[in-house]
């Protein structure tokens, strides 16, 4: 990625800063000292390695980190006037890596020197809005001390606000976040997240909070090649295998389980993988013969098919139970 990476800086920072040359300066402008130029695109990398697929996002993400760089140099040639802000929104479904996203974002972000501290604080309506009058203020006011020098992840920001319930106190979470958006924007930033069209709806009601956000990233759902791509990835760090047969039938799983409800992606395939080792341990165990440190490690397909995904019970209760676990 790191070829991606300085074509991205090029690419955002223009001829002057592609010629080294800043408007009332004598000399070269480096875009960033070398070895943090190395560190963000150390930080890069390891979001390639860590997540399959996602190429817009992670363009995305090169594109932020060269323009924090130019940002950057321009400021110390004197052509920033004021502190840039770096709210920014993620939108997609259940499981395709906004958290780990955001995590190498606030990394990006102290390495860069825009906040004090390499720190992601995540949150929810519960860690912000109160259930009683007085309340909600030291609440999010908490969390904010908690974020404040890096990054604050706020996730399913929609349900910040419920505007059909009279007495709901999430209103006055919100006035204290846009506060501190503004006023602190040069040692906190915040990262809404949650589905796509709930945070749209959300931002028409809102429009103070609309206006604070910069950048608006989109996380698409992974295709089967990438889902099976991530199963492997997961296996490979847990030491466990497939067998042919398994990784058949874990093929046929994905395109099963994609069509029931609740599909959260990386995180439903987690669980299937999880799944299938409690039924490879009781498998091992029920045998009682000493075993190998090959069948240790692998997974056979019946420790796929015992799942409901393949029982015909598409529509029954405790199937869509398993489903959304």
């Known amino acids: ?14 001829p002057e800063a592609a010629t080294g040359v800043a ?3 004598a000399g070269p402008v480096e875009l960033g000292a070398a070895p943090v130029r190395a560190e963000v695109a150390q930080v890069l990398d390891e979001l390639d390695r860590e997540l399959v697929g996602l190429a817009p996002v992670k363009a995305r993400i090169r594109d932020v980190a060269a323009l924090l760089l130019v940002e950057r140099a321009r400021r110390e040639v004197g052509l920033a006037a004021a502190a840039p802000s770096h709210h ?3 939108t997609g479904n259940p499981g395709t890596g906004k958290t780990t996203v955001a995590v190498r974002m606030a990394q990006i972000l102290h390495r860069l020197g825009y906040t004090p501290r390499d720190r992601l604080v995540c949150a929810t309506r519960d860690d912000l809005v109160g259930q009683y009058i007085g309340h909600t203020a030291p609440k999010t006011r908490e969390v904010l001390k908690r974020a404040a020098g890096g990054v604050l992840f706020i996730d399913e920001a929609y349900y910040l606000h419920r505007p059909e319930n009279e007495r709901d106190y999430g209103q006055e979470s919100i006035e ?4 501190a958006m503004e006023n602190q924007r040069d040692e906190l930033v915040v990262i809404l997240a949650g589905y796509r069209d709930r945070m749209d709806t ?4 809102n429009p103070g909070m609309s206006s604070r956000i910069v950048h608006h ?5 992974y295709t089967p090649q990438e889902l099976m791509a991530i199963a492997q990835l997961m296996l490979e760090r847990m030491q466990y295998r497939l067998s042919s ?9 994905i395109e099963r389980r994609r069509q029931r409800p609740a599909f959260a992606n990386a995180r439903s395939i987690r669980n299937a993988l999880d799944r299938a080792r409690l039924r490879q341990a009781s498998r091992l165990v029920a045998g009682k013969a000493p075993v190998s440190r090959d069948e240790l490690m692998l997974l056979e397909a019946a420790d796929f098919r015992a799942s409901r995904v393949f029982s015909g019970e598409a529509q029954s209760a405790e199937a869509d139970q398993e489903a959304a676990t």
């Open 202 to 205: 959300f931002f028409r009601s």
């Open 245 to 253: 047969a398994a990784e058949q039938t874990f093929q046929e799983y």
């Open 23 to 25: 408007p009332g300066t």
């Open 176 to 179: 204290i976040l846009l506060q």
């Open 88 to 90: 920014m929104c993620f």
């Open 1 to 14: 990625m790191n070829a991606s990476f300085e074509h991205a800086v090029a690419s955002v920072s223009g």
């Open 217 to 221: 990233i989109d996380f698409p759902d």
